[in-house]
């Protein structure tokens, strides 16, 4: 075994739901702690998938995913062959750091982040180098710029970030890539990125044709509802595309998975809705914490992180009444996934009375 993997800190999966409700003897448990979709999956997708020739199961897929990949490059106006997709934006971050790290080189990410970053920096042998964000959980631009020193090969840049759902703007990000070698890739992970506010203004989709070091990646796990198909994309250069098509295993994303992704692309309609009802809640769960002076970071998420003494204690509490949230991220830090209006509502009530 290779020494790099030999002391890993493996990523934590969430339990199946009706294993985690019956250790808890509940009926029902809502989790709040992986950022799904609390509004379900576009009902086009459960047609797609059932209008799908069964037949065609001993074929392999088509390796290159041509009716999605000729959606998704007309709505986010790119290239075809700038597109590579993947198996959820995991498999991406493994893609990724198996193509442009070797054992001794680095990895720089504004801390904290995403943790898939640095595990697989750690499985490539490389170092993580993790820069803290400003008091109020922006990214620090100018001490991230300091960090990039040569034997730095990747920069990442998670926005909105998880877990403290911070918004950065186009302008500083572009300025920071000005100042970054042309041979280190800044990857853009845009996870959340529909759930910003003027998310339109906001991407970073356009510089990969400007900037042959950029990267910028999306999944249909969130905004889309469509998690458990497992179906992300990368926008790459035109330099760096025809690599990365060469180490994308050829099969990697099914045909039910482009099948679904495609209907959910089309349906527009409920990733607005989507965006705009987690826009509402949002909005309220802020006013509570103002409320009750909870400290917590301005999210452009369907998450917030905020700060309560001895955390881990009242995630507990949450979840022996049947809301999981998401520990472990910061100490005395919490990230709850913002859930439906009944049910963010039942936890408000439930915060009150613990405090209480
Ligand atoms: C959820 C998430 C992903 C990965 O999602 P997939 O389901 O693998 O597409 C990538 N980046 C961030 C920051 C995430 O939170």
Known sequence: MKASVQNLQPYVPEKPLATLAQELGL?????????????????AVAAAVKAWDFTQSNR????????????VAKREHVDEDQLVFSVGLDEMIVMVSRTFLTPGDQVVVSAPTFAEYGLHAEIEGAQLVSV??????????????????????????????????????????????Q??????????????????????????????GKY?????????????GLANFRSGYAVFSKEYAPTMQAVRLPYNVNSLTQVATLAALNDQDFVHATVQKNAVERAKWQTFF????????????????????????L??????????????????WLRLTIGTAEDNAAIQQLILAYRS
Request: glycine content about 4%; aromatic content about 10%; overall charge negative.
């Open 27 to 43: 009926d029902r448990v809502v989790r709040l702690s992986a950022n799904e979709n609390p509004y379900g999956t576009s009902p």
């Open 60 to 71: 392999y897929p088509d390796a290159d995913a041509a009716a999605l990949r000729t959606a």
């Open 132 to 177: 803290p964000t400003l008091a109020n959980d922006h990214v620090d631009f100018s001490a991230l710029a300091a960090a990039v020193t040569p034997p730095v090969k990747m920069v990442w840049l998670c926005n909105p970030n998880n877990p403290t759902g911070t918004v950065e703007s186009l302008t500083d990000i572009e300025a920071f890539i």
């Open 179 to 208: 100042q970054v070698p042309s041979e280190t890739v800044v990857l853009i992970d845009e996870a959340y990125l529909d759930f910003a506010p003027n998310a339109a203004a906001i991407t970073a989709m356009q510089l990969p």
């Open 212 to 224: 042959p070091n950029v990267v910028v990646m999306r999944t249909f796990s969130k905004a889309y």
């Open 290 to 313: 103002d409320d009750n002076q909870i400290q917590y970071d301005e999210s452009g998420a369907n998450f917030i992180f905020f700060k309560y003494p001895k955390a881990d204690q």
């Open 315 to 332: 995630a507990t509490y949450l979840l022996q009444h049947g809301y999981a949230l998401r520990t472990g991220l910061r100490p005395d």
